[in-house]
């Protein structure tokens, strides 16, 4: 199975700061890699797929890049809404497996 | 309107099955470019991709899971369902059915269900 790892596990961040999320496959997945943000009792929700496109609605602040094993998730300007926590998933190939999530709190 | 409703028990006892039904509306599973999978979370932890299915009924499933899962759809009724076998606490979390989109060979989780809190406890 591949193994997806995230950085930070959690971090500490004020509105309008830029944030960055690291998330790194154990093996090259190409650009088979989505971005999910989960809050606190709600299900998840698409933000990116294919390592860099934008799901439809979500607001440009986000942005995706990365290819291979190394990928990143970017919040430009931090909003009180994106306080939540946000995971990767690879669809490279079956089965398909999430990183462990990164939590991003309000400083 | 996109819709995908979980249903099942919410507590079941050590060992025995679960049986778990997602209806789903606004698509259909013969659609090609669709696929539905079921991905849990324990409380306060992180998720955890259980098994999907597509139209041509293509399945996959969870390595460490394998052995006790089994999904299956019944495309007139828009549902479906996954068993797993010989229940545990551990397996104590939230169920989630979820719509998998194909699009020009990526392939990503679009809509979710509410999800379904499932304890298992004697």
């Known amino acids: 199975d591949i193994q997806m790892t995230q950085s930070p596990s959690s971090l500490s961040a004020s509105v309008g700061d830029r944030v960055t999320i690291t998330c790194r496959a154990s093996?090259?997945?190409?650009?088979?890699l989505n971005w999910y943000q989960q809050k606190p009792g709600k299900a998840p929700n698409l933000l990116i797929y294919?390592?860099?496109s934008l799901q439809s609605g979500v607001p440009s602040r986000f942005s995706g890049s990365g290819s291979g094993t190394d990928f990143t998730l970017t919040i430009s300007i931090l909003q009180p809404e994106d306080f939540a926590t946000y995971y990767c998933?690879?669809?490279?190939?079956?089965?398909?497996?999430f990183g462990q999530g990164t939590k991003v709190e309000i400083k | 309107q996109v819709t995908l409703k979980e249903s099942g028990p919410v507590l079941v006892k050590p060992t025995e099955t679960l049986t778990l039904t997602c209806t789903v509306s606004?698509?259909?599973?013969?659609?090609?470019?669709?696929?539905v999978s079921w991905i849990r979370q324990p409380p306060g932890k992180a998720l955890e991709w259980l098994a999907h299915?597509?139209?041509?009924?293509?399945?996959s499933y969870s390595t460490s899971l394998k052995s006790s899962l089994t999904i299956s759809k019944d495309t007139s009724k828009s549902q479906v369902v996954l068993t797993m076998t010989n229940m545990d606490p551990v397996d104590t979390a939230t169920y989630y059915c979820?719509?998998?989109?194909?699009?020009?060979?990526?392939?990503?989780?679009?809509?979710w269900g509410q999800g379904t809190l499932i304890t298992v406890s004697s």
């Open positions: 998933q690879q669809s490279y190939s079956a089965p398909w497996t």
């Open positions: 093996q090259s997945i190409s650009s088979y």
């Open positions: 294919a390592a860099s």
């Open positions: 606004g698509f259909s599973l013969s659609n090609a470019r669709m696929g």
């Open positions: 299915i597509f139209s041509n009924d293509e399945k």
């Open positions: 979820v719509r998998i989109r194909r699009d020009t060979g990526w392939y990503y989780f679009d809509y």
